[in-house]
């Protein structure tokens, strides 16, 4: 049971360039997010999804696209990067209701922006 | 506006002695309230959470946590720290917004540990 794989685990952008951060879970997980990690402010929410074909915005979503046309798969998409994109960014899924409610993350891609 | 503060940034403990990292939310109802742990370079790790129920919650690795309503805080306790606790430990509390149930975070309290 692989939990929630995300892929690359490191990678360098160029100002302006494009990428898709990838993410799949195995867990039949309903819900499924992205949040970024940036020093002292802990980890804010970039977007969300509910199921397949269901996204939504979080708290910091601007630059970042997503989709998600299956329930094991969650990418992320940086339209055009910025150096204020430059972070660990993290998956995560987690059961929909009831007492296994509880995100299970993945292990962060690092993302540098210059 | 919902919050959680973790009020500790840094924390150093010497091995064997006991610790505890404080978390406090704001939030109008009872909200699912949960700590994880990140090692260094790797994700993040649940160690307890609580939804209902007995307001102390066991977790794995020894460590513990209370939920104190009138004090709105979910501190986390463990009664005697190893080399291994060293990590950031981030509080998190599991908000109901417009049906999704969605996590905010702490700014993280990292634990350092002296042999």
């Known amino acids: 049971n692989a939990g929630v794989t995300q892929t690359p685990k490191f990678q360098v952008l160029k100002t302006g360039q494009s990428m898709t951060l990838q993410c799949a879970q195995d867990?039949?997980?309903?819900?499924m997010s992205w949040y970024r990690q940036d020093p002292g402010m802990g980890l804010r929410l970039i977007h969300y999804?509910?199921?397949?074909?269901?996204?939504d915005q979080g708290e910091v979503p601007n630059g970042y696209n997503v989709s998600r046309s299956t329930t094991e798969d969650f990418p992320l998409r940086l339209l055009s990067a910025a150096p204020s994109q430059t972070s660990v960014y993290f998956c995560?899924?987690?059961?929909?209701?009831?007492?296994?409610?509880?995100?299970?993350f993945g292990s962060g891609t690092r993302l540098t922006v210059v | 506006a919902q919050s959680v503060t973790q009020p500790d940034i840094h924390i150093t403990v010497s091995e064997g002695a006991s610790l505890e990292l404080r978390c406090n939310y704001s939030?109008?109802?009872?909200?699912?309230l949960f700590w994880y742990v990140q090692s260094p370079g790797q994700g993040l790790q649940l160690l307890l959470k609580y939804f209902s129920g007995d307001t102390l919650v066991q977790g794995i690795k020894g460590f513990e946590a209370e939920f104190k309503r009138s004090q709105s805080s979910f501190n986390l306790r463990k009664p005697s720290v190893h080399w291994s606790d060293a990590a950031e430990y981030f509080c998190?509390?599991?908000?109901?917004?417009?049906?999704?149930?969605?996590?905010?975070f702490g700014a993280g309290t990292r634990l350092a540990v002296h042999p």
């Open positions: 995560a899924s987690s059961p929909r209701q009831g007492k296994n409610y509880g995100y299970t």
């Open positions: 998190a509390v599991g908000l109901l917004s417009g049906g999704y149930n969605k996590l905010i």
């Open positions: 999804s509910v199921g397949a074909g269901i996204t």
């Open positions: 939030y109008g109802a009872t909200p699912y």
């Open positions: 867990m039949n997980h309903e819900y």
